[in-house]
């Protein structure tokens, strides 16, 4: 059973950083891939980066390639994201998920409960 909490969101000034992070307290972590998905008010969920079983394979969406990165500690069953030079678009609620390696929301079988990321000064 996998289990997802994301934490690590707040308030940020534009340019700021912060790290998410979703733990899995299931004992299956290392056996999926890890998304991190972001949805902001009256718009769809739109994928943000995911990571492979090893952590040796990433990809990004272009708004956030170069800004952010996702990496993942198996031993901890913790996947991370890492915002850096962050900009009021990219306001909106943080859910990690545990499936394929894919940038397919309809892809992860597993959710978390989400976390509010927002940008202003």
């Known amino acids: 059973q996998v289990q997802l909490v994301e934490s690590g969101g707040g308030l940020v000034q534009p340019g700021g950083s912060l790290r998410l992070s979703c733990a899995d307290s299931?004992?299956?972590?290392?056996?999926?891939?890890m998304g991190w998905f972001r949805q902001a008010p009256g718009k769809e969920r739109e994928f943000v980066a995911t990571?492979?079983?090893?952590?040796?394979?990433?990809y990004y969406a272009d708004s956030v390639r170069g800004r952010f990165t996702i990496s993942r500690d198996n031993a901890k069953n913790t996947v991370y994201l890492q915002m850096n030079s962050l900009k009021p678009d990219d306001t909106a609620i943080y859910y990690c998920?545990?499936?394929?390696?894919?940038?397919?929301?309809?892809?992860?079988?597993?959710w978390g409960q989400g976390t509010q990321v927002t940008v202003s000064s």
């Open positions: 998920a545990a499936g394929p390696f894919s940038s397919s929301k309809d892809d992860y079988n597993y």
């Open positions: 299931g004992r299956t972590f290392s056996n999926y891939a």
């Open positions: 990571i492979n079983l090893s952590g040796g394979r990433t």
